[in-house]
């Protein structure tokens, strides 16, 4: 998908000499910089990073679980 965003001149010409050192595309630096603040704010950039927190998630819910578990028993 394509869409339009503009930049200062200053700020454009500071990316297209960091492309150029780096070896990279506006593209690609765009690319890295939209994953940099996907990852930021916690929200999966592709299907492995959202199974991957997926499976976190399950195993701090059943970490929970035990532990609330654990101590109903003690407490009797």
Same mark, same amino acid.
């Given at each position: 998908?394509?869409?339009?965003?503009?930049?200062?001149?200053?700020?454009?010409?500071k990316?297209? +000499?960091?492309?150029?050192?780096?070896?990279?595309?506006? +593209?690609?630096? /765009?690319?890295?910089?939209?994953?940099?603040?996907?990852?930021?704010?916690?929200?999966?950039?592709?299907?492995?990073?959202?199974?991957?927190?997926?499976?976190?998630?399950?195993?701090?819910?059943?970490?929970?679980t /035990?532990?609330?578990?654990?101590?109903?028993a003690?407490?009797?």
């Amino acid at each position: 998908m394509r869409k339009l965003v503009a930049f200062d001149e200053d700020t454009f010409d500071k990316l297209k +000499q960091l492309g150029r050192d780096r070896m990279a595309t506006i +593209q690609e630096l /765009a690319d890295e910089a939209f994953a940099d603040l996907l990852k930021k704010h916690g929200i999966p950039i592709d299907l492995r990073d959202a199974l991957r927190k997926s499976a976190r998630l399950d195993g701090v819910a059943e970490k929970t679980t /035990a532990r609330s578990r654990t101590r109903k028993a003690k407490s009797r």
